[in-house]
T-cell receptor, first 112, second 112 residues
Framework: KAGVTQTPRYLIKTRGQQVTLSCSPISGHRSVSWYQQTPGQGLQFLFEYFSETQRNKGNFPGRFSGRQFSNSRSEMNVSTLELGDSALYLC???????????FGPGTRLTVT | QKEVEQDPGPLSVPEGAIVSLNCTYSNSAFQYFMWYRQYSRKGPELLMYTYSSGNKEDGRFTAQVDKSSKYISLFIRDSQPSDSATYLCAMTSSNTGNQFYFGTGTSLTVIP
């Protein structure tokens, strides 16, 4: 089975712009979660989608949003980018909401 | 108090040593426990997935969960230089909304 894929892998954006990241889960996985990882803060939970509905949301501002499509693929969007948004954004999928999460390789976002 | 506490290390051991990695947690509701390995600039890779208390062994890796002490461990036997990575613990429960909580990670270096 193919693993979790994320596109793009690397992204450079300017402060104030917006960005959309994409995640394709493992086939058959219906839950998709997004995380932000930085050296200082570690893995921070952004949100979780299951059956196209947001089930959990972390403590991030409204500039961070996401959605899930009927084929379980997910996108996250960050508007009005700030320098502090520079991070590795990780997507993880699982069969159900409590199953082990499998991570993609991440999208490394740099905001200049 | 953080939900999950993990000593960041760094931990440095000679090749062949037994490595012990640990996490403590505060919420007794957690039921599912995981260990991930993350190489530099890569996504976390699932190593072990356990439910409730007890031990689970997979090759050179053994995961232990002590729910009475709110303490989980990962043991690596016959450590290899390829085990050099950051190890993250994670846990979740239906009673916590199925949100995953991660430790900050322990950096391990195995010296040949």
């Amino acid at each position: 089975k193919a693993g979790v894929t994320q596109t793009p892998r690397y992204l450079i954006k300017t402060r104030g712009q917006q960005v959309t990241l994409s995640c394709s889960p493992i086939s058959g996985h219906r839950s998709v979660s997004w995380y932000q990882q930085t050296p200082g803060q570690g893995l921070q939970f952004l949100f979780e989608y299951f059956s196209e509905t947001q089930r959990n949301k972390g403590n991030f501002p409204g500039r961070f949003s996401g959605r899930q499509f009927s084929n379980s693929r997910s996108e996250m969007n960050v508007s009005t980018l700030e320098l502090g948004d520079s991070a590795l954004y990780l997507c993880a999928s699982s069969v159900g909401r409590q199953g082990a999460q499998y991570f993609g390789p991440g999208t490394r976002l740099t905001v200049t | 108090q953080k939900e999950v506490e993990q000593d960041p290390g760094p931990l440095s051991v000679p090749e062949g040593a037994i490595v012990s990695l640990n996490c403590t947690y505060s919420n007794s509701a957690f039921q599912y426990f995981m260990w991930y390995r993350q190489y530099s600039r890569k996504g976390p890779e699932l190593l072990m997935y356990t439910y409730s208390s007890g031990n689970k062994e997979d090759g050179r890796f053994t995961a232990q969960v002590d729910k009475s002490s709110k303490y989980i461990s990962l043991f690596i036997r016959d450590s290899q230089p390829s085990d050099s990575a950051t190890y993250l613990c994670a846990m979740t429960s239906s009673n916590t909304g199925n949100q995953f909580y991660f430790g900050t990670g322990t950096s391990l270096t195995v010296i040949p």
